[in-house]
Each structure stands twice: as C-alpha cells, then as structure tokens.
C-alpha cells in the first residue's frame, strides 16, 4: 500500500514545515509516502466560501482515481484513539488497498462534491486546529500508527 497526503496551501510556519519533514521521513520507512501540496486558493471578497471550497474541490478529485480510497480529515467525521487509528490504517494494508488518499482541507473544510467521493472521514477532536497545524498532527498519528502495528516502543515512550 502507498500512501499519499493531500494539502491545501503550502505550511508558512518554518517549525511547522521542519516537523512535518520529520514525520514523512519517519513514515517512509514502513510504506511508500508521498505529499501532495495543491496551490492555495487565494480568499477574495467576490468569492464566496462555498465557491471557495468548490475550486479547491476541483482540483483534489483531478488527483484521485476511482479505485483510490479517499479518507478526509473533516470535524464532522470519526473520532479513534491512536490505538483504533492504528487498526484503521491496518486493515486498508491487510485488505489490500494499493493507494491511501488521506486529506487536508482549506481553511472551509471541502466541497460537497468531495465529501461525497470521500471513503471515510476522520476527526482528530471536537476541538479546532489551525489547518496548517494539524498536517503536523496527523503525520505523527501516522507515523505513531506503524509504529503500534509493528510493536515498537515509541506509542508509550
């Protein structure tokens, strides 16, 4: 299986950008991972938030194949402990799924045409993150997930 990460806007923040460099190093050595950043739509008072969402919407299902499975990071999806995370990103291995989607969002979230391609959503908290902040977020829960399949010691160090 391969995974690939999708992201709205490139990240700004430097201890941001060397965090998340970490984690898809980290990531590499148990599955073939890539990140994808699409260029950010600019906000424009003659756009609206839902037009906004739709150009962003374009150009992510542009990058998907049919037989990819989408997984979005949304406030509206599941919330899993780091333990059934884990689970879930094992069995798309055990089920022999080739290529892992898991995106990002704008600062709107997605567009109803890509909540609707999505294969499952996933929530990190009720709480809010900045969306730049939770790449990094959700790197480490990557990379903390192969670590739990493979029985290494970092999920309790």
Do not use: C, W
């Not at 969402?53 to 509206?76: A, H, M, R, Y």
């Not at 884990?86 to 709107?108: E, R, T």
């Not at 809010?128 to 160090?157: C, D, K, M, N, W």
Request: aromatic residues 12%; positive net charge.
């Amino acid at each position: 299986m391969r995974i690939s990460f999708f992201l709205i806007g490139k990240t700004d923040k430097e201890y941001l950008r060397q965090g998340i460099l970490l984690y898809q190093e980290r990531i590499s050595h148990y599955v073939p991972f890539q990140t994808k950043v699409f260029p950010d739509v600019k906000r424009n008072i003659k756009r609206t938030e839902i037009e906004h969402k739709n150009t962003e919407g374009t150009l992510l299902l542009k990058s998907i194949k049919p037989s990819d499975i989408l997984v979005l990071f949304d406030e509206q999806g599941k919330e899993y402990s780091s333990l059934k995370f884990a689970g879930f990103l094992q069995n798309f291995m055990i089920s022999g799924v080739k290529h892992l989607v898991l995106a990002v969002g704008g600062p709107y979230g997605f567009s109803e045409d890509v909540m609707k391609r999505a294969n499952f959503k996933v929530s990190l908290s009720r709480m809010t993150f900045p969306h730049q902040l939770v790449r990094l977020i959700i790197l480490e829960q990557i990379y903390r997930a192969f670590s739990i399949i493979r029985g290494e010691p970092y999920h309790h160090g």
